[in-house]
């Protein structure tokens, strides 16, 4: 399972309707599911409105995913892809001396 994390900003649109906020991550959550997928969502202050951490079986799944939920014209995204400590770990074990 691939990691990414995605920082998110509300659109006009989004800020409008922001008492749906909740609805709409309920329904990246459901897709994620769907794909085989978790996504889990913080609302935040400052920079970002908000974090999410979504594990998906590949990059492929992942844009889907991503793409789905911008496309209703509620936020925009910055999506980067992330390891945990262990995959880390495999990943620099291959880095030549």
């Known amino acids: 399972m691939d990691h990414y994390v995605v920082l998110g900003r509300w659109t006009e649109q989004g800020a409008k309707t922001v008492r749906e906020t909740t609805k709409r991550a309920d329904a990246v959550k459901a897709l994620a599911s769907k794909h085989g997928g978790k996504f889990e969502l913080w609302w935040t202050m400052g920079e970002y409105d908000f974090v999410g951490l979504l594990d ?3 990059d492929e799944v992942a844009n889907q995913i991503i793409l789905s939920a911008g496309i209703q014209g509620n936020v925009r995204t910055r999506t980067m892809k992330a390891w945990t ?8 074990s291959k880095i030549p001396p």
């Open 56 to 58: 998906a079986p590949s």
């Open 85 to 92: 400590a262990s995959e880390m770990e495999k990943l620099v």
